[in-house]
């Protein structure tokens, strides 16, 4: 019995093992050739097995991608914590940016008053003494965010690749993707309404408007930078994204 049991977990790390590395094989072609360029017979040939590995561990080319899509809005978040620390990746997760099911557990204001408490970038020193902790905190995310878009790294490039691909009416990436920016927009605007409340955000900047802005600026950076590296100068961005902030949603 104790045999036939070892026997089944290390099949079931096998196969664990051989699907990481298909991901990893998918990240790596899709970041390169795109989505619809890249087949299943591919990307078992990149991770070293035969061509027909991935059909007989995830059955469609739609299923792997929506499972890589979730994983890819998940390390997202993790890249996101490298660059801004712990507050930073635990509000991206709050924010929804990475969250796989069920919603966001919400804004609170202890988390927003413990990202204020870390030292402050450089360039939200360059910015001075502005507005009240909400606004501060949602500068720092956006300025995380567009820095992790510099890193270059393929899971990040394979995951605006399949944003893009996300795009068409019918495409199973649609709903992936569209409830992903959903949690993202609700999170901003629950940010800006904390922020109203405690008198730290213009109280005339409507919150659902502001944040389909924000969600749209970052997203639209960063998918300009991802076509065109060379050709847009990301940290002239990451300064003007933070003053935009600073100035539309800053008390008078």
């Given at each position: 019995m104790a045999s036939s049991a070892g026997k089944q977990r290390t099949q079931e790390e096998r196969r664990?093992?051989?699907?990481?590395?298909?991901?990893?094989?998918?990240?790596?072609?899709?970041?390169?050739?795109?989505?619809?360029?890249?087949?299943?017979?591919?990307?078992?040939?990149?991770?070293?097995?035969?061509?027909?590995?991935?059909?007989?561990?995830?059955?469609?080319?739609?299923?792997?991608?929506?499972?890589?899509?979730?994983?890819?809005?998940a390390e997202f978040v993790t890249?996101?914590?490298?660059?801004?620390?712990?507050?930073?990746?635990e509000l991206a997760e709050r924010f929804g940016i990475g969250v796989e099911t069920g919603e966001q557990s919400g804004i609170t204001q202890d988390l927003v008053d413990r990202l204020d408490s870390r030292?402050?970038?450089?360039?939200?020193?360059?910015?001075?003494?502005f507005g009240g902790v909400e606004l501060r905190a949602l500068v720092a995310l956006a300025d995380a965010y567009l820095a992790t878009i510099g890193g270059g790294s393929d899971a990040v490039r394979a995951f605006f690749v399949m944003w893009g691909a996300s795009f068409p009416g019918e495409t199973a990436l649609r709903l992936v993707f569209a409830a992903n920016d959903a949690r993202f927009r609700r999170s901003v605007e629950e940010l800006v309404r904390l922020g109203q409340l405690n008198g730290n955000?213009?109280?005339?900047?409507?919150?659902?408007?502001?944040?389909?802005?924000?969600?749209?600026?970052?997203?639209?950076?960063?998918?300009?930078?991802?076509?065109?590296?060379?050709?847009?100068?990301?940290d002239a961005a990451r300064r003007t994204t933070a003053?935009?902030?600073?100035?539309?949603?800053?008390?008078a």
């Amino acid at each position: 019995m104790a045999s036939s049991a070892g026997k089944q977990r290390t099949q079931e790390e096998r196969r664990s093992r051989a699907e990481r590395s298909m991901l990893a094989a998918a990240v790596r072609l899709f970041s390169r050739r795109g989505v619809e360029q890249t087949s299943m017979a591919d990307i078992g040939e990149e991770a070293g097995y035969s061509r027909g590995l991935a059909n007989h561990h995830f059955g469609s080319r739609a299923e792997l991608v929506e499972r890589l899509a979730r994983r890819s809005q998940a390390e997202f978040v993790t890249s996101l914590g490298d660059t801004g620390g712990e507050e930073l990746r635990e509000l991206a997760e709050r924010f929804g940016i990475g969250v796989e099911t069920g919603e966001q557990s919400g804004i609170t204001q202890d988390l927003v008053d413990r990202l204020d408490s870390r030292p402050p970038s450089a360039l939200l020193k360059d910015l001075g003494d502005f507005g009240g902790v909400e606004l501060r905190a949602l500068v720092a995310l956006a300025d995380a965010y567009l820095a992790t878009i510099g890193g270059g790294s393929d899971a990040v490039r394979a995951f605006f690749v399949m944003w893009g691909a996300s795009f068409p009416g019918e495409t199973a990436l649609r709903l992936v993707f569209a409830a992903n920016d959903a949690r993202f927009r609700r999170s901003v605007e629950e940010l800006v309404r904390l922020g109203q409340l405690n008198g730290n955000i213009d109280a005339g900047a409507d919150p659902a408007g502001t944040a389909t802005v924000v969600v749209g600026l970052l997203r639209g950076i960063s998918a300009q930078y991802t076509v065109d590296p060379g050709g847009v100068d990301l940290d002239a961005a990451r300064r003007t994204t933070a003053r935009f902030l600073r100035d539309t949603l800053g008390v008078a």
